[in-house]
Nanobody
């Protein structure tokens, strides 16, 4: 089970740090990803990290502003979001997949957590 947290309301230009805590199993051998879904839009890829943390991959829209990281000892993945924009407003989800490429679409992931809402005001 995965549980995302850390969402909230922030002004444009601000920062938030999302966390995704895993329980019930160890996800240290899984690639982890963050996705987001804005109202009326499809779920889209944000960032992913390999099981070891040695490789990361970002959507062009967040590259240079967001950083994904993981702490396998804590079974937790993070998404540091800086320079937030109103268009970043969405429900953010974390997901886990084994043996997948980092840019894989949502259907390739095996486990999903409940999302956390991020609202960026202008």
């Amino acid at each position: 089970q995965l549980q995302a947290s850390g969402g909230g309301l922030v002004q444009a230009g601000g920062s938030l740090r999302l966390s995704c805590a895993a329980s019930g199993r160890t996800f240290s051998s899984y690639a982890m990803g963050w996705f987001r879904q804005a109202p009326g839009k499809e779920r889209e890829f944000v960032a992913a990290i390999s099981w070891s943390g040695g490789s990361t991959y970002y959507a062009d829209s967040v590259k240079g502003r967001f950083t994904i990281s993981r702490d396998n000892a804590k079974n937790t993945v993070y998404l540091q979001m800086n320079s937030l924009k109103p268009e970043d407003t969405a429900v953010y989800y974390c997901a886990a997949g084994i043996g997948i490429r980092l840019g894989a679409p949502p259907l390739m992931y095996d486990y999903w957590g409940r999302g956390t809402l991020v609202t960026v005001s202008s």
